[in-house]
């Protein structure tokens, strides 16, 4: 059965920091598996990772991807027999999260990404961003609604991602959905 994860959280919460920390332990290879959805890909994990993570960039994961790309990853997640993982604003969605969640043979791990809003607003000023603060209430209203939807409850883990200790915890349990069976 394969494995979809899909990490959420408003902008600031660490989602790209927690992949990237995650990617160090195994070697990936960029792909393309199909048009507009670029991914890495780890053969030890037989894991997709969607997005583009290019060194450097602020901004990555499934943000670095068209605007259009949700269709294209439907298409992939339905096909392929490997193991998917996102993260970002792109694919953070009711609509593609229920599409995961109708997928047969998939276990679905939703996880939610958490932090105080002084943390937030470091961050946001340590990494220059200039998202408006409508687009920053928009996405806390989108995660909000994840949250708040009955269908993901018994999918959904939400983690307090403020410091390299709470992400170490983040981490564990990512690994360990790999270890089950």
């Known amino acids: 059965m394969k494995k979809i994860i899909a990490v959420g959280g408003v902008p600031g919460t660490g989602k790209t920091t927690l992949f990237r920390e995650?990617?160090?332990?195994?070697?990936?290879?960029?792909?393309?598996?199909?048009?507009?959805?670029?991914?890495?890909?780890c053969k030890e994990l037989d894991t997709y990772i969607l997005g583009k993570y290019e060194a450097g960039e602020v901004f990555a994961g499934t943000d670095r991807l068209s605007m259009a790309v949700q269709p294209a990853a439907q298409e992939f997640i339905s096909t392929t027999t490997s193991n998917v993982m996102f993260e970002g604003d792109r694919l953070t969605n009711g609509k593609f999260y229920d599409f995961i969640l109708e997928i047969k043979d998939a276990s679905v791990n939703i996880i939610i990404l958490t932090a105080v809003q002084n943390i937030l607003t470091e961050r946001y000023e340590d990494r220059g961003s200039d998202q408006s603060e409508t687009f920053l209430k928009g996405r806390d209203t989108k995660i909000g609604n994840i949250l708040s939807n009955f269908d993901y409850m018994d999918y959904t883990k939400i983690f307090l991602n403020e410091t390299l200790e709470d992400q170490a915890v983040v981490l564990d349990y990512i690994n360990g959905i790999f270890e089950e069976s």
């Open 22 to 41: 995650f990617m160090k332990s195994h070697e990936w290879e960029k792909c393309e598996p199909v048009k507009l959805v670029n991914a890495l890909y």
